[in-house]
């Protein structure tokens, strides 16, 4: 994922993580013993996972510019695969 991200990020695409587990200090010690450029977003109260309708960690989620879900991958996603480098190509295509 984080080699996706750093082909992709220059792009314009925004790629972060949702947590909806684990506490603020469990986030912070493991980013300690593994560093990641990807943005964690805490969700304690489980709104925007709900909102998602989050179910199964890990589940992906891809939105455009315009702020519209488009793809939903639900369970551990292959970034370096044909698929995802397909979707992420079509929806930079779209903005530029």
Do not use: C
């Amino acid at each position: 994922m984080e080699k996706f991200y750093r082909q992709y990020q220059p792009k314009g695409l925004v790629l972060f993580r949702l947590n909806t587990k684990e506490s603020r200090e469990t986030i912070r010690k493991f980013l300690e013993k593994n560093p990641s450029p990807l943005p964690i977003l805490l969700d304690e109260k489980n709104k925007v996972g709900k909102l998602l309708g989050v179910w199964v960690h890990p589940t992906s989620y891809w939105v455009d510019a315009k702020g519209m879900l488009r793809y939903r991958a639900v369970g551990v996603a292959e970034w370096a695969g044909i698929e995802a480098l397909s979707i992420a190509d079509r929806l930079l295509g779209e903005i530029q």
